[in-house]
């Protein structure tokens, strides 16, 4: 417990930006109140993205969160880049999706795993996929053009192009004609 003395924590901050902070914003991009954005200079937002509201941009110190043209992230979504993400073109990410691009690894079997370091991997979602409510994509993840990920799926491994997957974890349901 704190008893007065110097801080011994600190925050990541508050979550507030400028559109001028980010390293690029494109036209028409609409960031619904109540979103929060962290490192906004390693964010790239295309033209006309949405992202809705209490959504967390979360990006990171090194890598960078890229989201493509036409692309729409619904409301409550947590997106964090520690690893990197790039969201292609006209991809639709609905409500409460989580894309996560870090874990702390097993290490040793002794200690707190929290105390273990950090893996990253990139997630990559190709142009025109669709992400469904709820749906969380684990890092290094990459889901080919066109894809569709069921609602509340866990998206544990690569998702090849134009298929359907749903189920935790995700599986192939079907190929879309």
Same mark, same amino acid.
């Given at each position: 417990?704190?008893?007065?003395?110097? *801080?011994?924590?600190?925050?990541?901050?508050?979550?507030?930006?400028?559109? +001028?902070?980010?390293? +690029?914003?494109?036209?028409?991009?609409?960031? @619904?109140?109540?979103?929060?954005?962290?490192?906004?200079?390693?964010?790239?937002?295309?033209?006309?993205?949405?992202?809705?509201?209490?959504?967390?941009?979360?990006?990171?110190?090194?890598? @960078?969160? *890229?989201?493509?043209?036409?692309?729409?992230?619904?409301?409550?979504?947590?997106?964090? &880049?520690?690893?990197?993400? *790039?969201?292609?073109? &006209?991809?639709?990410?609905?409500?409460?999706?989580?894309?996560?691009?870090?874990?702390?690894?097993?290490?040793?079997?002794?200690?707190?795993?929290?105390?273990?370091?950090? @893996?990253?991997?990139?997630?990559?979602?190709?142009?025109?996929?669709?992400?469904?409510?709820?749906?969380?994509?684990?890092?290094?993840?990459?889901?080919?053009?066109?894809?569709?990920?069921?609602?509340?799926?866990?998206?544990?491994?690569?998702?090849?192009?134009?298929?359907?997957?749903?189920?935790?974890?995700?599986?192939?349901?079907?190929? *879309?004609?």
């Amino acid at each position: 417990m704190n008893q007065g003395g110097p *801080r011994d924590y600190h925050s990541h901050g508050t979550g507030s930006y400028k559109i +001028s902070d980010f390293r +690029s914003i494109g036209r028409n991009v609409v960031i @619904e109140e109540g979103a929060l954005v962290f490192n906004p200079q390693t964010i790239i937002l295309g033209d006309n993205v949405y992202v809705g509201h209490y959504t967390i941009l979360k990006g990171y110190h090194k890598n @960078e969160m *890229r989201i493509g043209d036409n692309t729409w992230i619904g409301q409550l979504c947590f997106l964090h &880049s520690a690893g990197g993400i *790039r969201i292609g073109k &006209s991809v639709g990410v609905g409500p409460g999706v989580k894309i996560l691009t870090s874990v702390h690894g097993e290490g040793a079997l002794s200690g707190p795993v929290i105390d273990n370091q950090l @893996e990253f991997g990139e997630v990559v979602i190709d142009d025109g996929c669709d992400i469904g409510m709820g749906a969380i994509i684990l890092p290094g993840v990459h889901v080919g053009k066109g894809a569709i990920i069921g609602a509340g799926s866990v998206v544990t491994k690569d998702v090849e192009g134009f298929t359907v997957v749903a189920g935790n974890p995700a599986k192939l349901l079907r190929k *879309r004609a």
